[in-house]
């Protein structure tokens, strides 16, 4: 099973339509969305739109649920935009997201249970880092029941294993399939994440997973120039160019 794993695409289209591109040339198996569709940029709508078209299952992002409640109650400041032009159809879909999707997946000698999260199990606004103290980080795995967790929220890709400190010789996979729209990590391509898990794999293993971040060659000035264009700050069009 090869899935692919996108996240905080932000009303970035050009960058999601090479990313989709990308995922069609490789062997995938499925495609889920972190969530984190809107914001940030002027094609929300685009965005929202290709990711129903293709039955992409998403997640809702603290982004997505701003946008939702700007529209409940109410905006017109030029800091709200990037929010005010999400549609009402939009809008509908984007109040339907989930906060959490879990995945079980049976290999040979165990069931593997899979936690997909906006920004962390509690919160789609808390940040696990890749630095995180490993205690508070393994404490989440216990406390949630996963063997595997996937997040984004950062925009900062990452894969940490951690041992499982009530089965030693077992080990947590923590992973962060980075930003598809406004990388943070000084590279601006677009970024997602492959993960690889077969009959085979072993978590008695630190490598029992295969965990790949592919990076994507857009038109970067296509969508920067895009938001100078609009009343969005400019300073959104330099961090995309400059990856932070």
Excluded at 4 to 14: G, K, R
Excluded at 166 to 187: E, L, Q, R, W
Aim: aromatic share 8%.
């Amino acid at each position: 099973m090869r899935i692919a794993i996108l996240s905080d695409i932000h009303a970035n289209f050009p960058a999601l339509e090479q990313t989709l591109k990308s995922i069609e040339q490789q062997n995938i198996d499925a495609v889920y969305c972190l969530g984190d569709l809107v914001g940030y940029n002027v094609c929300p709508n685009a965005v929202i739109n290709e990711i129903r078209k293709r039955h992409i299952p998403t997640l809702a992002g603290n982004h997505d649920v701003k946008a939702v409640q700007i529209h409940n109650e109410g905006s017109n400041d030029s800091e709200s935009y990037a929010y005010q032009i999400v549609g009402k159809e939009q809008i509908k879909y984007l109040s339907s997201l989930p906060a959490h999707i879990k995945l079980e997946f049976q290999t040979a000698d165990k069931l593997i249970r899979i936690l997909m999260v906006h920004g962390s199990p509690y919160s789609n606004k808390e940040y696990l880092l890749e630095d995180k103290i490993e205690k508070d980080f393994t404490d989440i795995f216990l406390d949630c029941n996963a063997d595997i967790l996937i997040c984004g929220h950062s925009h900062k890709p990452y894969h940490r294993v951690l041992e499982n400190p009530t089965k030693k010789g077992n080990y947590f996979h923590a992973i962060n399939a980075g930003s598809v729209g406004k990388p943070k990590d000084g590279n601006p391509k677009c970024c997602y994440a492959v993960i690889t898990i077969s009959q085979s794999s072993k978590f008695c293993k630190k490598e029992g997973i295969g965990v790949e971040f592919v990076r994507v060659d857009y038109d970067i000035e296509k969508a920067a120039q895009a938001i100078e264009e609009s009343i969005l700050p400019n300073d959104l069009a330099q961090m995309l160019r400059k990856a932070y």
